[in-house]
């Protein structure tokens, strides 16, 4: 029998999964199943699919979206490969898998809430950042029922919060650049009727960072619900905060992970069960072996951050100056330096945003757009269009950690070519 | 003088390509009327006025007057 593990330390996640690899996974009987049970057709790729002649540039893939996804870190792939082995067990059984399963359970929290400032029991794992915006907007949202069900929020929240806030919410408009409007939230956030204010870290869409610390101060008694999904692990998230969203795919964690930080003193009512569980900090069975690579995966992320924060902000610098040089009518939006190091947004007249992101990835560049034609509802991102910049023709740029400076400086060489003949296709 | 752009029915960024097009072939003064229902339209045809430097003189349902200014 081996010698139980000692009870959470704090930032030993590697340390305590050491003793655990040698599980002898009972795999054999999968391993020799009939050809039927092949798991081979799931891992078909686009490539694979696609009858175009792609197959030369897909080595030369740059990818620029790592706003929306990152490959997985590899200190979170290694994790979360020892996890999957040693972290399956019930962690509420007193067995010793289930200890086992509860301690590394334990240990990413501890690491999950020192990263983002709180205690370990002031941290609710969730299965995505939506779903920790609409739980915990929610449950903070009801425990305030007796002052009011509005919601204050800026225009350009993540969908999450504006789905969340319904009816009852009171929209604070944002600046060209992005910034809500400081004066108008302090005034909607002091109304009568105000149950919680929501304001994001930053923009995930332009990168411009928000007033965070002034909106608290602003608010008063009311908690202020910060979305930093778009900052944890890139950017320094300002103070002031009760309540806090965050996703473990934004930080090259897996997907399926969500933190909802919840202060002491904030009161909230969750609608989630509060079964025997940690006390509901994570309802039904936990998914130990993804909240091990998200803590990882964070962990690594921010002992990285300075550097790569450094090289990205000098990057975006320089996209953001030559795509403002070498395309004519081209609007580069957002603030050019208060703002998350990795992200840069812009649109180009006259050009269609998904004949654009086409054309790229035809070239092997991939990234993100905004505009109406790129979207399943064929409505432009309401943050593009409550900041008032134009729509259409729009990319945004977003730099991972594998980006490398000649990947930047390819794109910025063959993006003016693109637009000049998108737009010449429609005759401008 | 004032001449109607009918761009209902077609979506971004064509109806900002055809007021690009028409708004030249107007007197420097003279207005150009676009009727857009495109969401986007509500949005893109105030920033291109914006950038061009053009004067966007009323915005409403679906309508949008720009007079020509350069």
């Known amino acids: 029998m081996s010698t139980p593990p000692t009870p959470a330390a704090g930032h030993s996640v590697g340390v305590s999964l050491h003793w655990s690899k040698g599980h002898d996974a009972p795999h054999r009987d999968l391993h020799s199943s009939t050809p039927s049970h092949s798991?081979?057709?799931?891992?078909?790729t686009a490539s694979e699919g696609s009858t175009c002649s792609s197959v030369s540039l897909v080595s030369e893939r740059t990818y620029l979206d790592a706003a929306s996804a990152e490959p997985m870190h590899p200190a979170a792939r290694e994790m979360l490969l020892s996890a999957v082995d040693s972290g399956w067990a019930d962690p509420v059984r007193l067995h010793h898998e289930g200890r086992t399963a509860r301690l590394l359970l334990d240990n990413a929290r501890a690491v999950l809430a020192d990263a983002v400032g709180v205690r370990p029991d002031e941290l609710y794992l969730t299965t995505s950042g939506t779903a920790a915006i609409q739980a915990g907007l929610t449950a903070v949202?009801?425990?305030?029922?007796?002052v009011g069900a509005t919601i204050v929020h800026s225009a350009v929240e993540h969908s999450a919060v504006l789905h969340t806030a319904g009816e009852a919410a009171a929209e604070v408009g944002v600046d060209r650049l992005g910034r809500v409007e400081l004066a108008a939230f302090t005034d909607a956030v002091r109304r009568p009727g105000v149950a919680v204010a929501a304001l994001q870290s930053a923009n995930h869409e332009v990168g411009t960072r928000q007033p965070v610390e002034a909106a608290a101060a602003a608010a008063g008694d009311v908690p202020l619900f910060v979305d930093a999904s778009a900052s944890v692990g890139h950017d320094v998230v300002p103070a002031g905060w009760s309540v806090l969203a965050a996703s473990a795919h934004k930080w090259g964690g897996p997907a399926g992970v969500g933190l909802l930080a919840v202060k002491k003193g904030t009161r909230i009512a969750p609608a989630w069960p509060m079964d025997e569980r940690e006390d509901g900090l994570s309802p039904g069975f936990p998914n130990v072996p993804n909240a091990l690579a998200a803590a990882a995966a964070l962990q690594?992320?921010?002992?990285?951050?300075?550097?790569?924060?450094?090289?990205?902000?000098a990057w975006i610098d320089e996209v953001r100056r030559r795509v403002a040089a070498d395309i004519p009518d081209v609007e580069v939006v957002g603030d050019a330096d208060d703002r998350l190091p990795h992200i840069l947004t812009f649109s180009c007249l006259y050009v269609d945003g998904e004949a654009l992101v086409t054309a790229l990835d035809a070239e092997g560049f991939a990234v993100s757009s905004g505009s109406a034609c790129t979207s399943s509802t064929l409505r432009p991102s309401h943050v593009l269009a409550a900041m008032g910049v134009l729509t259409h023709g729009n990319v945004r740029v977003s730099l991972g950690r594998?980006?490398?400076?000649d990947e930047v400086q390819r794109f910025c060489a063959v993006l003016p070519g693109l637009v000049q003949r998108i737009r010449a296709e429609v005759g401008m | 003088m004032n001449i109607d752009l009918d761009c209902r029915g077609l979506i971004c960024p064509?109806?900002?390509i055809k007021l690009a097009k028409t708004l030249p072939t107007v007197a420097v003064g003279d207005t150009v009327t676009v009727l857009a229902d495109d969401p986007a339209a509500a949005t893109d045809i105030p920033a291109w006025c914006r950038m061009r430097s053009q004067e966007l003189v009323s915005a409403g349902e679906n309508q949008y007057v720009v007079r020509r200014v350069s």
Do not use: F, I, N
């Not at chain 1, 949202?141 to 007796?146: D, E, G, L, Q, V």
């Not at chain 1, 594998?402 to 400076?405: E, L, V, W």
């Open chain 1, 300 to 313: 690594a992320r921010l002992a990285e951050a300075e550097e790569l924060g450094k090289q990205h902000r």
């Open chain 2, 14 to 16: 064509l109806p900002v």
């Open chain 1, 141 to 146: 949202r009801a425990a305030r029922s007796r």
């Open chain 1, 39 to 44: 798991t081979e057709h799931l891992l078909a």
């Open chain 1, 402 to 405: 594998d980006t490398t400076h």
